[in-house]
């Protein structure tokens, strides 16, 4: 089975500081990680995603993760947060072969504040 | 070129109605999901088709949901009767048919049943 863990429902940065939203996954396969936005009124939209080329996948916006085996994470970053970056942000695990359906966390709404 | 469209965006029914919800995938794009998110939950997998055929079907709740794809191209879901519990957002997703490619979302369906 595969699952993914957002650790922090809300995350409320500064504009212009740093952001951290954290993604821990199992899987029994090497899985292929997601990062999905959905800005309020809008669809899902794909930031970035990993399948096992470079450990450190690089999206739009400027945003980055690392996939780091050893500690089963999938962590989002960016260095430097916008106001337009406020938005619920989902890690998702799509891993077992022949199932393409993907498993989502629970969501981080990151709050940008001015 | 457009992207995966989803009709209608909202929906308010009674307790017992029928509701059809309708997504039109990207063209060319052979697979087609169905998510739902309720209240405060995960985003969770409903089906998956692949062109007519249902490739997996074992997230749908129960026998109240059909899902339809005639032809390969647009694809349905209706729930009837409709049940209270059935309230969230139904969102479709399309890819192509190709390991570890990203899905494409459509905005959603908001349904709510009082």
């Known amino acids: 089975a595969q699952s993914v863990t957002q650790l922090d429902s809300h995350v409320s940065v500064s504009e212009g500081t740093p952001v951290l939203l954290r993604c821990n996954y199992s899987s029994s396969y090497s899985p292929s990680l997601f990062w999905y936005v959905q800005h309020p009124n809008k669809g899902l939209q794909l930031l970035l995603k990993y399948t096992s080329a470079a450990t450190l996948v690089k999206g739009i916006n400027g945003f980055e993760a690392e996939f780091k085996k050893s500690e089963t994470s999938f962590h989002l970053t960016k260095p430097s947060a916008h106001m337009s970056d406020a938005a619920e942000y989902f890690c998702v695990v799509s891993g077992i072969t022949g199932r393409r359906a993907l498993t989502f966390g629970s969501g981080t709404r990151l709050q940008v504040q001015p | 070129e457009a992207g995966v469209t989803q009709f209608p965006s909202h929906s308010v029914i009674e307790k017992g109605q029928t509701v059809t919800l309708r997504c039109d995938p990207i063209s060319g794009h052979d697979n087609l999901y169905w998510y739902r998110r309720v209240m405060g939950k995960e985003i969770k997998f409903l089906l998956h088709f692949v062109k007519e055929s249902k490739q997996d079907e074992s997230g749908m709740p129960n026998n109240r949901f059909l899902a339809e794809r005639t032809g390969g191209t647009y694809s349905t879901l209706k729930v009837q009767p409709a049940e209270l519990e059935d309230s969230g957002v139904y969102f479709c997703?399309?890819?192509?048919?190709?390991?570890?490619?990203?899905?494409?979302f459509g905005q959603g369906t908001r349904l709510t049943v009082v």
């Open positions: 997703a399309s890819s192509q048919d190709r390991a570890n490619t990203e899905a494409f």
